[in-house]
């Protein structure tokens, strides 16, 4: 028997951005068998809730995952993943890339994994010594003060779409060409406490994403016709985006994460080695109450 209280909810977030829509467009929280409450809300924000213990499992930045990796663990076979292109994290820039990245760099304040990857990016792979400024997602402001700017999600996508006169640098593609390997951006990450408490919850939580995400990825025609209903764009555009993203944590995924973690800790990024371990239903030692 799973330990805690049972009229306790579980507190869940969910990335707002469009790219996790595969895994949720059949996840129905309220058909779980335990009350559970859901936050919807930019990745910086679930970091921080996550981080701060007002969630016990959210999807966040892979990066926030490292900066505390032994206080949390990972559900299985989830992720928001590219090996290559990611198209959503763009680096928007006037001058090539490789020039513009020399200045200023305007960074969104909704990432914590990418804007971390353009650091190790510009200085590891470039050499480079850029100032940087965390900025709102606003493409314009950004590149007032700035000669590059990154952005994220449906911020990225957007921009895009409206701003055909800027060099457009995709940081999934900048990776994989430079160390061969695929970027896991976010992870689904549930905290130490939360799964002593409630491995049962955990296990059905982890079982009905699994299940969605299988569902989703079947079929992405419904996911990307809501994502053009809401957010306009092609049905073709948004099939392309959904296909392109990877969902899963293979061993190739958490190689290139380990690489970026060890990258990340190499420039003092990172405080500490972020050791990577995966929530399995036989992790935690259940206490019996
Ligand atoms: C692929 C993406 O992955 C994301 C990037 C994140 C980050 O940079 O911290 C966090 C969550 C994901 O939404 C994207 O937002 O475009």
């Given at each position: 028997?799973?330990?805690?209280?049972?009229?306790?909810?579980?507190?869940?977030?969910?990335?707002?951005?469009?790219?996790?829509?595969?895994?949720?467009?059949?996840?129905?929280?309220?058909?779980?068998?335990?009350?559970?409450?859901?936050?919807?809300?930019?990745?910086?924000?679930?970091?921080?809730?996550?981080?701060?213990?007002?969630?016990?499992?959210?999807?966040?930045?892979?990066?926030?995952?490292?900066?505390?990796?032994?206080?949390?663990?990972?559900?299985?076979?989830?992720?928001?993943?590219?090996?290559?292109?990611?198209?959503?994290?763009?680096?928007?820039?006037?001058?090539?890339?490789?020039?513009?990245?020399?200045?200023?760099?305007?960074?969104?304040?909704?990432?914590?994994?990418?804007?971390?990857?353009?650091?190790?990016?510009?200085?590891?792979?470039?050499?480079?010594?850029?100032?940087?400024?965390?900025?709102?997602?606003?493409?314009?402001q950004m590149l007032e003060h700035a000669?590059?700017?990154?952005?994220?999600?449906?911020?990225?996508?957007?921009a895009d779409w409206s701003n055909a006169?800027?060099?457009?640098?995709?940081?999934?593609?900048?990776?994989?060409?430079?160390?061969?390997?695929?970027?896991?951006?976010?992870?689904?990450?549930?905290?130490?406490?939360?799964?002593?408490?409630?491995?049962?919850?955990?296990?059905?939580?982890?079982?009905?994403?699994?299940?969605?995400?299988?569902?989703?990825?079947?079929?992405?025609?419904?996911?990307?016709?809501?994502?053009?209903?809401?957010?306009?764009?092609?049905?073709?555009?948004?099939?392309?985006?959904?296909?392109?993203?990877?969902?899963?944590?293979?061993?190739?995924?958490?190689?290139?994460?380990?690489?970026?973690?060890?990258?990340?800790?190499?420039?003092?990024?990172?405080?500490?080695?972020?050791?990577?371990?995966?929530?399995?239903?036989?992790?935690?030692?259940?206490?019996?109450?």
């Open positions: 028997m799973g330990g805690g209280n049972v009229k306790e909810p579980l507190r869940l977030g969910r990335i707002l951005y469009t790219n996790v829509w595969p895994v949720y467009h059949y996840f129905d929280p309220s058909s779980l068998s335990f009350p559970a409450t859901t936050r919807v809300e930019l990745p910086a924000v679930l970091n921080r809730l996550l981080l701060e213990g007002e969630l016990d499992m959210s999807p966040v930045s892979s990066f926030a995952y490292g900066t505390a990796a032994d206080q949390f663990m990972l559900l299985p076979n989830l992720s928001v993943s590219a090996d290559g292109p990611v198209k959503s994290i763009l680096c928007f820039s006037k001058k090539p890339f490789a020039e513009a990245i020399q200045g200023r760099i305007a960074l969104t304040n909704t990432s914590a994994t990418s804007i971390n990857l353009l650091k190790i990016i510009a200085e590891k792979a470039y050499g480079a010594k850029p100032e940087y400024v965390t900025c709102e997602p606003d493409l314009e000669d590059a700017a990154l952005l994220i999600g449906d911020h990225a996508i957007r006169a800027y060099t457009v640098t995709d940081l999934g593609a900048e990776w994989k060409n430079w160390t061969g390997k695929s970027m896991t951006f976010a992870v689904w990450t549930v905290s130490k406490q939360a799964a002593a408490r409630h491995p049962d919850r955990i296990g059905e939580l982890a079982a009905a994403l699994a299940a969605s995400k299988r569902r989703g990825l079947e079929d992405l025609t419904p996911v990307a016709r809501q994502a053009q209903a809401e957010l306009g764009g092609e049905l073709a555009y948004w099939l392309g985006y959904f296909e392109n993203l990877n969902y899963d944590l293979t061993a190739e995924r958490l190689d290139g994460l380990e690489l970026y973690f060890r990258y990340a800790r190499e420039m003092g990024l990172l405080p500490q080695e972020a050791g990577i371990e995966i929530w399995t239903d036989n992790t935690e030692i259940r206490v019996n109450e």
